[in-house]
């Protein structure tokens, strides 16, 4: 076989430590095929390992776990246009969820008489042919680009993965023709230590005194994260920021990843921009944070300092936004943190030693034992024996182990969820980070892949709403399961149909017609339900553990055997059919996504 630029892309991928490609293989494929063939031949344990997609969303998911949870870059392959618009939200979703993912297409064939190898020998090639294939996705991507000849595939590669790997981290496109992607080369090889992306940036040594000197003369000080978490070794700077300052608050308004632990007693929890404290502090720091607050609903007090640390500060990707901050600085949250815990203890560390902090301390304790106490309170089962929300994900965390990697897409059930759950350890609550429902059966399963190819093996769970479940393309998903061996955990959240449409109703019209309208009237109710466990065991060809639950003596048995059919090996699906306090409006603990 021929060295094709096609073979030269995989080795690049591999070279730049890109370990598995997601693939959705069509017509403008001949040369990856051959060059993927080769690759398994020739190159044992030295190649990407190819995992067969059928569907794009699913394969761009699955990466945006894998990479999410490692760091690790990783590819996607995918079919033309109609290939890059089949990925769908999962480009939305990686690229509001940082994740670094190469995705790359093919395009067709720009000679049409057989000039060249690879030319256009199918119908499809010409109805494929569109204008700027980039665009589909360009507004999403950290970088897009063609590949227009051979001789420098490997550098198209490594600069694409530059950008992906750099702050703010995110998707990256390239595509090729046919005829580029069969061109025969000489090999060739790049030295991988020019190519390390951009390194982290730190806070001006000015920005260090003042928001460090600015949260030890707070009264109430507040920290809002966002996706710091998704540094795994950022969430232990931030515990010892809020032990130096004791006292300061943090709150989660994005769930996109573990930021602070639920054993803290800093910890508020996970609230979509609504929390008492952001009204009652008068400093706040905002790190790594989309949606600090949500104006129309609660905001800081006039007389609050606010200082922003961001690796987006600007929010480049976001036609609206801004904060009434006092200074916005581009920087790393794990060094900005490094840096504000160095100041604190060399320069502060007298005042913060005062009996002033050590009462705030004891406060701090007693109010973060209530706040435990609120949340077991709400986990009860009626007299009928059903269950909500609340309940369920205690009995979760009782059961699965201990290291348990939650993969969530709760939708207006994730505040519940993370009450419950009080999750504790980096990298261990992981959801997209964006709006684009779907994302969790494909990223659990990416997940999942990573935690046993690193050698870890841990188990994963993934919550989904019913409705979610549907967008997750469970087909695809569940055959991957089955065809790859990656055993996975799924609880859907049944509460018959869309809840997030009516709770955003809600918001802007509390008394109009659609509040005293029913589900079906409002068109987003799912009755008389799908059978979502049985869908999954179908697409595994029967081999998924399915069942349904709707009362607590029923989750009591069934659980159990669905974790032990995940540490088993086999894939479990369980339909929760929720009755309880979730049905209460809380728009601090609901996520109002469309």
Same mark, same amino acid.
């Given at each position: 076989m021929v060295y094709t630029a096609s073979f030269a892309f995989f080795e690049a991928l591999w070279d730049a430590g890109v370990g598995h490609a997601f693939v959705n293989l069509g017509s403008d494929h001949p040369s990856i095929i051959e060059a993927i063939v080769k690759g398994q031949n020739e190159k044992k344990g030295e190649f990407p390992r190819i995992i067969t997609c059928p569907n794009e969303m699913v394969a761009l998911s699955m990466a945006d776990g894998y990479a999410r949870l490692t760091g690790k870059p990783q590819c996607v392959i995918v079919h033309v246009d109609v290939g890059t618009q089949g990925l769908g939200a999962a480009v939305h979703n990686a690229s509001c969820g940082r994740a670094p993912v190469l995705i790359f297409a093919g395009l067709s064939p720009f000679t049409i008489e057989g000039e060249m190898r690879g030319s256009r020998t199918e119908y499809i090639h010409w109805?494929?042919?569109v204008p700027d294939q980039k665009q589909i996705v360009a507004q999403y991507c950290r970088y897009?680009?063609?590949?227009?000849?051979?001789?420098?595939?490997?550098?198209?590669?490594?600069?694409?993965?530059?950008?992906?790997?750099?702050?703010?981290?995110? &998707?990256?496109?390239? #595509?090729?023709?046919?005829?580029?992607?069969?061109?025969d080369l000489a090999p060739y090889t790049l030295t991988q230590e020019y190519w390390h992306p951009v390194e982290p940036t730190a806070l001006p040594l000015s920005g260090v005194k003042t928001i460090a000197e600015a949260l030890a003369n707070a009264?109430?000080? /507040?920290?809002?994260?966002?996706?710091?978490?998704?540094?795994?070794?950022?969430?232990?700077?931030?515990v010892q920021l809020a032990n130096n300052v004791r006292g300061l608050r943090v709150l989660d308004?994005?769930?996109?990843?573990? #930021?602070?632990?639920?054993?803290?007693?800093?910890?508020?929890?996970?609230?979509?921009?609504?929390?008492?404290?952001?009204?009652?502090?008068?400093?706040? /720091?905002?790190?790594? #944070? $989309?949606?600090p607050w949500i104006d129309s609903v609660n905001h800081p007090n006039e007389n609050a300092k606010v200082f922003h640390v961001d690796v987006?500060?600007?929010?480049?990707?976001?036609?609206?936004?801004?904060?009434?901050?006092?200074?916005?600085?581009?920087?790393?949250?794990?060094?900005?943190?490094?840096? /504000?815990?160095?100041?604190?203890?060399?320069?502060?560390?007298?005042?913060?030693?005062?009996?002033?902090?050590?009462?705030?301390?004891?406060?701090?304790?007693?109010?973060?034992?209530?706040?435990?106490?609120?949340?077991?309170?709400?986990?009860?089962? $009626?007299?009928?024996?059903?269950?909500g929300t609340p309940y369920l994900a205690q009995q979760l965390k009782k059961l699965c182990p201990n290291d348990t990697i939650w993969a969530i897409e709760a939708v207006t059930q994730t505040g519940f969820v993370?009450?419950?759950?009080?999750?504790?350890?980096?990298?261990?609550?992981?959801?997209?980070?964006?709006?684009?429902?779907?994302?969790?059966?494909?990223?659990? /399963?990416?997940?999942?892949?990573?935690?046993?190819?690193?050698?870890?093996?841990?188990?994963? #769970?993934?919550?989904?709403? $019913?409705?979610?479940?549907?967008?997750?393309?469970?087909?695809?998903?569940?055959?991957?399961?089955?065809?790859?061996?990656?055993?996975?955990?799924?609880?859907?959240?049944?509460?018959?149909?869309?809840?997030?449409?009516?709770?955003?109703?809600?918001?802007?019209? &509390?008394?109009?017609a659609g509040s005293?309208?029913?589900?079906?009237?409002?068109?987003?109710?799912?009755?008389?339900? &799908?059978?979502?466990?049985g869908i999954a065991k179908a697409a595994s060809g029967g081999e998924v553990w399915a069942a349904h639950a709707s009362t607590a003596e029923q989750l009591g048995k069934l659980l159990p055997e669905a974790i032990k059919s995940v540490l088993n090996g086999t894939s479990a699906v369980l339909d929760a059919h929720l009755e309880g306090p979730e049905g209460k409006y809380d728009s601090g603990k609901a996520a109002l996504v469309g």
């Open positions: 109805i494929q042919d897009t680009g063609e590949i227009k000849t051979g001789k420098n595939v490997k550098q198209m590669v490594n600069r694409a993965l530059s950008f992906a790997k750099s702050d703010p981290q995110g &998707p990256v496109y390239l #595509c090729g023709a046919r005829e580029t992607m069969e061109e009264q109430q000080p /507040l920290v809002i994260t966002g996706y710091s978490g998704r540094n795994h070794t950022a969430v232990e700077q931030l308004t994005g769930g996109s990843d573990m #930021c602070f632990p639920a054993n803290h007693p800093a910890w508020l929890g996970l609230r979509f921009g609504v929390e008492p404290n952001i009204r009652m502090a008068d400093v706040i /720091l905002v790190l790594d #944070c $989309d949606v987006d500060p600007l929010k480049q990707q976001m036609p609206v936004f801004y904060l009434k901050a006092l200074q916005r600085y581009r920087a790393d949250s794990y060094t900005s943190l490094s840096q /504000l815990n160095t100041y604190l203890s060399t320069n502060l560390k007298e005042k913060l030693s005062s009996s002033l902090f050590s009462h705030r301390w004891a406060a701090l304790h007693d109010a973060h034992k209530k706040k435990l106490e609120a949340i077991a309170s709400e986990a009860v089962v $009626d007299e009928n024996g059903h269950f993370a009450d419950q759950i009080q999750a504790t350890l980096p990298g261990s609550w992981i959801n997209c980070g964006g709006g684009g429902l779907g994302w969790s059966g494909g990223g659990a /399963l990416g997940i999942k892949l990573a935690t046993d190819t690193e050698g870890k093996k841990q188990f994963v #769970c993934q919550i989904v709403g $019913d409705g979610t479940f549907l967008f997750s393309i469970p087909g695809s998903v569940y055959w991957i399961s089955k065809r790859y061996k990656i055993p996975i955990l799924t609880i859907v959240l049944n509460n018959k149909g869309w809840n997030a449409p009516k709770r955003s109703l809600l918001l802007v019209h &509390p008394d109009g005293k309208a029913s589900n079906e009237e409002l068109n987003i109710s799912f009755a008389p339900t &799908p059978d979502y466990s």
